[in-house]
């Protein structure tokens, strides 16, 4: 039987929009919690055109059937000195934090209650941007990790399914000024999307905040 969880659904914990008060997107083999108004408009208006203009933006490639494809979106990654992070054979080594980076990181610290070191950054320039499948679960992240996901500008899907029950499955529209906080077993057991659009879309901006060990 096929299982759709909404946020909205009666399996969503739901509570009054909040910037501080967040509604449970899933408590089974691990937690998520999402943060609708985290940002005002304006604030987030201003991020997104600084992120937008001060970032050091890369067009990375990965290896497909031997062959160099160009990942569909840019990305960028800033943390602590020396913190180097791999994933799908790329490897990102940290440029220094920018204020921009840092207010935001201070911002969300205060609800996930850790310290976050790194933080990658991937520009959504239109619609045929987007990213695959996958777990936040390379070994330098370890063994439960924490990560902060933070959108500006365009509202985009964020979809999550269970690694062993194919059923389950949460859809979620990710909004300008959005914060979504992973945690406990959810990169274990869960996979995560930002699918491909027909649609007109705008561009978009996601910061995923993590700590690298």
């Given at each position: 039987?096929?299982?759709?969880i909404?946020?909205?659904?009666?399996?969503?914990?739901?509570?009054?929009d909040?910037?501080?008060?967040g509604?449970?997107?899933?408590?089974?083999?691990?937690?998520?919690?999402?943060y609708?108004?985290?940002?005002?408009?304006?604030?987030?208006?201003?991020?997104?055109?600084?992120?937008?203009?001060?970032?050091?933006?890369q067009?990375?490639?990965?290896?497909?059937?031997?062959?160099?494809?160009?990942?569909?979106?840019l990305t960028?990654w800033?943390?602590?000195?020396?913190k180097?992070?791999?994933?799908?054979?790329?490897?990102?080594?940290?440029?220094p934090?920018?204020?921009t980076?840092?207010?935001?990181?201070?911002?969300?610290?205060?609800?996930?209650?850790?310290?976050?070191?790194s933080?990658?950054?991937?520009?959504?320039?239109?619609?045929?941007?987007?990213?695959?499948w996958h777990?936040?679960?390379e070994?330098?992240?370890?063994?439960?990790?924490v990560?902060g996901?933070?959108s500006?500008?365009a509202?985009r899907?964020?979809?999550?399914?269970?690694?062993q029950?194919?059923?389950?499955k949460?859809?979620?529209?990710?909004?300008?000024?959005?914060?979504?906080l992973?945690?406990?077993?959810?990169?274990?057991?869960?996979?995560?999307?930002?699918?491909?659009?027909?649609?007109?879309?705008?561009?978009?901006?996601?910061l995923?905040?993590?700590?690298?060990?």
């Amino acid at each position: 039987m096929f299982e759709q969880i909404t946020l909205w659904s009666q399996q969503a914990t739901t509570r009054e929009d909040s910037p501080t008060i967040g509604k449970v997107l899933l408590s089974l083999d691990g937690e998520v919690v999402f943060y609708k108004g985290f940002f005002s408009n304006d604030e987030s208006d201003k991020f997104f055109d600084k992120l937008h203009h001060e970032t050091e933006w890369q067009q990375e490639t990965i290896q497909i059937f031997g062959k160099c494809t160009p990942l569909p979106r840019l990305t960028a990654w800033y943390g602590d000195p020396g913190k180097t992070y791999i994933y799908s054979g790329i490897e990102q080594h940290s440029k220094p934090w920018t204020p921009t980076l840092l207010s935001i990181k201070t911002r969300i610290e205060k609800i996930a209650k850790v310290e976050f070191n790194s933080v990658l950054l991937n520009l959504y320039r239109h619609g045929r941007d987007g990213v695959a499948w996958h777990s936040d679960d390379e070994p330098e992240l370890g063994q439960n990790p924490v990560i902060g996901s933070v959108s500006f500008g365009a509202t985009r899907r964020f979809s999550f399914r269970h690694k062993q029950m194919k059923e389950r499955k949460i859809d979620i529209d990710l909004p300008h000024g959005s914060f979504l906080l992973m945690r406990g077993e959810t990169q274990h057991h869960w996979q995560h999307q930002i699918p491909k659009t027909t649609k007109d879309v705008s561009p978009r901006i996601n910061l995923t905040f993590r700590i690298i060990h």
